[in-house]
């Protein structure tokens, strides 16, 4: 199980890393989607590009990867409104609007993906084996 499980550490700390750069250098679509009750909805975008950076390098650490593993597990729970923000008022990003074939499946993968930076971080097991790991 450690190889998929490593395999899996590293797309997914790519995939945090691609984005949380696009958070630093086009922050505007995810603006867009930011709930309204987010005050200063740019510096809280820039700042959640960071934190997905500084998370994805983290989970690449050993010693730090149980803790990149809880926050971005964390991050991903609380990012969850901007993308129900973005299905339900069918907000532009670059002029285009995406329909339910794109929203709903990415509603859907919200819970996969907080399960997966668990799992990647060696916080959980589940479904592998049915332990909670201790922080080390």
Request: glycine share 8%.
């Given at each position: 199980?450690?190889?998929?499980?490593?395999?899996?550490?590293?797309?997914?700390?790519?995939?945090?890393?691609?984005?949380?750069?696009?958070?630093?250098?086009?922050?505007?679509g995810f603006?867009?989607?930011?709930?309204?009750?987010?005050?200063?909805?740019?510096?809280?975008?820039?700042?959640?590009?960071?934190?997905?950076?500084?998370?994805?390098?983290?989970?690449?650490?050993?010693?730090?990867?149980?803790?990149?593993?809880?926050?971005?597990?964390?991050?991903?729970?609380?990012?969850?409104?901007?993308?129900?923000?973005?299905?339900?008022?069918?907000?532009?990003?670059?002029?285009?609007?995406?329909g339910p074939?794109?929203?709903?499946?990415?509603?859907?993968?919200?819970?996969?993906?907080?399960?997966?930076?668990?799992?990647?971080?060696?916080?959980?097991?589940?479904?592998?084996?049915?332990?909670?790991?201790?922080?080390?």
């Amino acid at each position: 199980m450690n190889r998929p499980r490593a395999v899996a550490r590293v797309v997914l700390a790519v995939a945090f890393f691609a984005v949380g750069i696009v958070h630093l250098k086009a922050p505007g679509g995810f603006v867009a989607i930011t709930p309204d009750w987010v005050p200063y909805p740019r510096n809280v975008i820039l700042a959640t590009g960071l934190c997905e950076i500084a998370g994805a390098v983290a989970l690449l650490v050993p010693r730090l990867r149980w803790w990149a593993g809880v926050m971005l597990a964390l991050y991903a729970l609380c990012v969850f409104p901007a993308n129900i923000k973005h299905a339900v008022d069918g907000v532009a990003i670059g002029g285009v609007v995406l329909g339910p074939w794109y929203h709903v499946p990415r509603l859907l993968f919200q819970p996969v993906i907080i399960w997966w930076a668990l799992w990647a971080g060696t916080v959980i097991d589940w479904p592998f084996r049915r332990t909670v790991r201790a922080q080390p």
